[in-house]
């Protein structure tokens, strides 16, 4: 497992508040920076540098000997230590209160390290067994389980764009999928690796808040919030220029190209077809809305134009339906329009 992503699920901070003023978030650019500092993108997206080097725990068990000392704490302890509170005067709400806060820090840490576990699995393409995550989380917490594998699920769907699917019911496997339909289920290349859905969610959010065509150095102003750098190997999406400029256009997820009359030359991305057909400016926003756990008309001028692509959808689809008594000649024929400017040979 990367070990950026080690103890980085563990060590959770606490969440950033959402500004009160809707307003203040017209330019999405800044709210998508926002979103980069919040909890659940900071834990498992971002990784300061000279962490790109891998460690990888070999079993379960040992996976589970990099939990931090807040998961380690258990209530068993918060009891005796609310127990103390009451002996030294303080009222029962007060040690009863310690206690839930124990309690709630010890099943963060296991969604984390239940988190990591399943991305390690997902890194060596095996399969997930219920019997291998419950060694994970310890047996003792078989009865919160469900609560623990619901959010680790929940988080991994938010952050990395990926669904954890039941495989075989009868031994209770599981694998990660990726939400995209991006080659090797979300590796973009053969052999292992991590899934890279949600470093191309977050360009087509920073293309979607720019008018549809963002720059290549808006671009990478905003990957760089991430710390992300052109040229710099990171621990999950590799070489990021050659996966954004050549793989995501080779395989139409983005359009790359120069713009017109530029000197010296500049380029600019936009939302290749793949993306268009597989997800959507709503998908997008909410992705973004999630991370900052808000809501998509958080951002109002967004938000209307996502609705507006929605409705367009719609009724491209339902005009697309040939009616059963049409002739085929009847049925209007797709038009679009010429572009504008020639897409780079990469």
Request: hydrophobic share 35%.
């Amino acid at each position: 497992m990367p070990r950026g992503l080690k103890n980085k699920f563990l060590a959770r901070e606490k969440h950033q508040q959402a500004p009160s003023d809707p307003q203040d978030f017209e330019d999405f650019e800044e709210a998508a920076a926002a979103a980069a500092t919040a909890e659940g993108f900071s834990s498992s997206l971002h990784s300061p540098p000279g962490t790109e080097s891998r460690s990888s725990p070999q079993d379960p068990e040992k996976a589970q000997s990099t939990t931090t000392a807040s998961a380690g704490v258990s209530c068993t302890t918060s009891d005796k230590v609310s127990n103390s509170q009451k002996e030294e005067g303080k009222s029962t709400s007060e040690a009863t209160l310690s206690t839930d806060d124990s309690c709630e820090d010890l099943l963060t840490g296991k969604v984390g390290l239940l988190e990591q576990f399943l991305l390690y699995k997902y890194e060596m393409k095996q399969s997930i067994t219920k019997e291998d995550m419950l060694k994970v989380v310890n047996q003792k917490y078989k009865n919160e389980f469900a609560e623990i594998f619901k959010r680790a699920c929940e988080h991994l769907a938010d952050v990395f764009v990926v669904d954890v699917r039941e495989v075989d019911s009868t031994n209770h496997s599981y694998n990660l999928v990726s939400k995209l339909k991006l080659p090797n289920n979300g590796r973009i290349r053969a052999g292992r690796g991590l899934p890279k859905a949600g470093l191309l969610m977050n360009v087509l959010g920073m293309i979607f808040m720019k008018g549809d065509c963002a720059s290549e150095e808006d671009i990478w102003r905003f990957l760089k919030t991430m710390h992300v750098y052109p040229g710099k190997k990171h621990f999950i999406y590799g070489e990021p220029k050659k996966l954004i400029t050549k793989d995501l256009v080779r395989l139409k997820y983005l359009v790359y190209r120069q713009v017109v009359n530029s000197d010296p030359p500049r380029h600019e991305f936009l939302w290749g077809p793949r993306a268009h057909a597989e997800t959507s400016k709503m998908q997008v926003l909410e992705f973004f809305a999630k991370i900052n756990e808000t809501a998509p008309s958080f951002f109002p001028t967004l938000y209307e134009e996502a609705l507006k692509d929605e409705k367009e959808r719609s009724q491209t689809t339902d005009a697309t339906k040939p009616e059963t008594t049409a002739k085929a000649s009847e049925v209007p024929k797709a038009s679009c329009p010429a572009a504008s400017l020639t897409p780079v040979e990469v």
